[in-house]
């Protein structure tokens, strides 16, 4: 029993099952239908609005083309329009031109009847010229034989102007040997008077190593221990023996200040500093003073910067001055390269800086030899102080002494060269720029010319703080050969110099 109540309940299980299933199949049928009807629906809606886009669009062609035509319409009546107008305008220039033809052909008919008269004219011109040229030949023989007439008179007069020249240039010739004859005996006189001239300052020289010696002797006589034993020849082996005699020394300390200064005077400066001023406290007294160092100045010209800066500067350090010797010399170390590249600061570039020969002579250099570039740029610089040298802060701050730069340079025969130089004036940290120059003259080109060329500048009341001078300069060669064929450089300098 309770087997047929399950088979019955599985039976109405299935026939839920297959009423749900007819019941989904059939939901499923009604959303195909809903589905395939909204898709009609909007296929239809769409088809409409194509077809009302597509009649917007014809009524858009139509109205445009409506314009266009209009307008084409339009236009074509303006071209009719324009072409009657020009056709109108051409009947009045063809009228015209019709007119100036004629007007043209009454011209020339006119032009040739006045051609024929000028051709009569011209004829009976002609024929007058031929006339006139005829007489005018009668004249010019006559003419001729006239200017043959005079030629001949001229010839005459130049044959006798030259025989007068020619003794003119005898008497000339005479007068110029008379006159060669005369600086000859000048020449003479005047080799005479140098040979004089020279025999009397080899006597002021002869007079000036004897004084020196003696002064010599002098000095040596204030210390005669010192003297003694430094003019005996050093040998350890040799036996101590009793000096040799020497002649008495001169007691100078007795002598007054005034001549003692003047008997120093005499010594170089050097010996003066590193010499006698050891000898007592006196003679240090005298050569830091002025009175040795003023006669010196007003001696010899080279030291005459020594007045003047005694003149700038009340009290100026005598010893230091002439012992460095600061003013009117050059304080650029090695300038000509004839110790190679000591005190310069080298930067190579090619080949290399080279140092050979000059070229040609460069008048006062102290070595006749130059500092030659490669095929790049080769950078030469040098430190200048000018505390080191010999001047002193007083000086350069207030009275700024003119500070002279010059240079030299040139190029090889059948190469160019290029250069440039700049000169800074520094503060004391090295760093600071007071004042500069700059130059950057014109390559030289492929020539001959092997001169140098000189490159210099004054620096005047450029202010306060200057205590060291930067020089730099460079040069190459502008056809970039492999060696040594750029600028050549030589005598540089820096020099101070007191007015």
Not at 179 to 203: A, G, V
Not at 324 to 337: D, S, Y
Not at 380 to 394: R, T
Request: charged share 30%.
């Amino acid at each position: 029993m309770q087997q047929q109540e399950s088979e019955r309940q599985l039976m109405e299980q299935q026939q839920e099952s297959e009423r749900q299933l007819q019941q989904q199949q059939e939901s499923r049928r009604q959303l195909m239908e809903q589905e395939s009807e909204r898709q009609l629906q909007q296929q239809q809606e769409s088809k409409q609005q194509l077809m009302e886009q597509e009649s917007r669009r014809q009524l858009q062609q139509q109205q445009e083309s409506r314009e266009q035509l209009e307008l084409r319409e339009q236009q074509l009546m303006d071209r009719e329009r324009q072409l009657m107008e020009q056709q109108q305008e051409s009947r009045e220039q063809w009228e015209l031109r019709e007119q100036q033809l004629m007007d043209r052909e009454r011209q020339l008919m006119e032009q040739q009847q006045e051609s024929r008269e000028q051709l009569e004219l011209r004829e009976q011109q002609l024929m007058d010229r031929e006339r006139q040229l005829m007489e005018q030949q009668q004249e010019s023989r006559e003419q001729w034989e006239l200017r043959e007439q005079q030629l001949m008179e001229r010839e005459r007069q130049l044959m006798e102007q030259q025989e007068s020249r020619w003794q003119l240039e005898r008497q000339l010739q005479q007068q110029e040997r008379r006159r060669q004859l005369e600086r000859q005996f000048e020449q003479q006189q005047e080799s005479r008077r140098q040979l004089k001239r020279q025999r009397l300052w080899e006597q002021q020289q002869e007079s000036r190593r004897q004084l020196e010696r003696q002064v010599g002797l002098l000095f040596f006589g204030a210390r005669p221990e010192r003297a003694r034993l430094s003019a005996l020849p050093f040998s350890p082996d040799r036996p101590q023996s009793a000096p040799p005699s020497l002649p008495a020394p001169l007691e100078l300390n007795r002598l007054p200040d005034e001549l003692l200064a003047l008997i120093l005077s005499w010594v170089p400066g050097r010996a003066l500093v590193t010499r006698c001023r050891l000898v007592c406290r006196r003679w240090r007294d005298l050569i830091d003073g002025p009175t040795v160092w003023r006669l010196q100045g007003e001696r010899w010209p080279r030291l005459g910067a020594i007045l003047v800066a005694a003149r700038l500067c009340p009290s100026p350090q005598w010893s230091r001055i002439g012992l460095l010797e600061p003013f009117g010399r050059n304080l650029v170390r090695n300038p000509c390269g004839q110790d190679q590249f000591s005190h310069w600061q080298v930067e190579h570039g090619g080949n290399g800086w080279n140092v050979e020969g000059n070229l040609c002579p460069v008048e006062g250099a102290p070595a006749q030899t130059c500092f030659v570039s490669s095929f790049q740029w080769c950078v030469k610089s040098q430190m200048v102080d000018l505390l080191e040298e010999g001047l002193w802060e007083e000086l350069l701050d207030n009275y700024q002494p003119e500070i002279y730069i010059s240079d030299w340079w040139g190029a090889r025969q059948g190469a160019g060269g290029v250069y440039s130089i700049c000169v800074k004036l520094l503060a004391a940290n090295r760093t600071t720029v007071i004042a500069e120059f700059q130059a950057n003259p014109d390559r030289l080109e492929q020539s001959n010319d092997s001169q140098y060329h000189q490159v210099s500048y004054r620096f005047r009341q450029y202010g306060r703080g200057v205590r060291y001078v930067h020089f730099l300069h460079k040069g190459k060669d502008i056809l970039f050969w492999r060696g040594h064929y750029g600028a050549r450089i030589t005598n540089s300098t820096v020099m101070v110099k007191l007015n």
